[in-house]
């Protein structure tokens, strides 16, 4: 029997994670089979075994794959805080209109991951994810005070609260179809625009009128 090469070995792993696409969408992690994946994949449970222990396994390496590729897209930081910020939020606004790994991962880690304890190691990449965005999105409005695009009084934590949950409702207005994009691009513009603006997003004044925590800090 001929050995197989490692291309051979990447077109087997590719399959399986496709498939474990596949099936995770349609019936949940939780209740997903290895033998399912592999029909999915149209390969052997020996083959997705060979590969992997568990469906878990396979749903972590389903993840970095789509992450991954989401990286090599990912718009590159431009001179602008507010406009790296802008573009970064329209470029997962419109990857989630775009068929593909990235966006089916994605619509599997929040809406096809159950809140269970066999779940927590899926969860946790979820949750980190969470805390990468909210990090890049403190990181940016710093840089914009810095800047002086945005004024040195903001409270970046709560700043960043308001875009980056603002953000994720949008995933909802997105829901109706791709015509609804440029409003919810402009939506996430005009959020960015009126920071400069909000009165109510500026650190609080300590009792005193004593010099406040850097905002930048938060």
């Not at 991954?68 to 209109?97: E, I, K, N, V």
């Amino acid at each position: 029997m001929a050995r197989k090469t490692k291309e051979d070995s990447q077109k087997t792993r590719d399959a399986i994670l496709d498939g474990a696409e596949r099936v995770f969408l349609a019936k949940g992690i939780a209740n997903a089979t290895m033998a399912e994946i592999a029909d999915a994949a149209g390969v052997s449970r020996g083959a997705v075994y060979g590969h992997y222990d568990n469906k878990l396994q396979v749903c972590q390496a389903m993840i970095d794959r789509a992450f991954a590729l989401d990286a090599l897209r990912f718009p590159a930081q431009r001179g602008s805080a507010c406009d790296t910020l802008l573009a970064a939020g329209c470029y997962y606004l419109a990857q989630f209109l775009e068929p593909g790994s990235p966006q089916r991962v994605s619509q599997i880690l929040y809406l096809k991951c159950e809140q269970i304890e066999e779940n927590r190691s899926v969860l946790r990449r979820r949750e980190m994810a969470d805390r990468l965005t909210m990090h890049y999105t403190r990181r940016q409005l710093r840089r914009a005070i810095a800047q002086g695009e945005l004024p040195a009084t903001l409270d970046v934590g709560l700043s960043a609260e308001y875009l980056v949950y603002l953000f994720t409702g949008l995933y909802e207005l997105l829901e109706n179809g791709p015509a609804t994009l440029p409003r919810c691009e402009r939506i996430l513009r005009g959020a960015l625009e009126g920071l400069p603006h909000a009165a109510s997003l500026r650190a609080p004044i300590p009792h005193g009128g004593g010099s406040t925590t850097t905002p930048g800090s938060a």
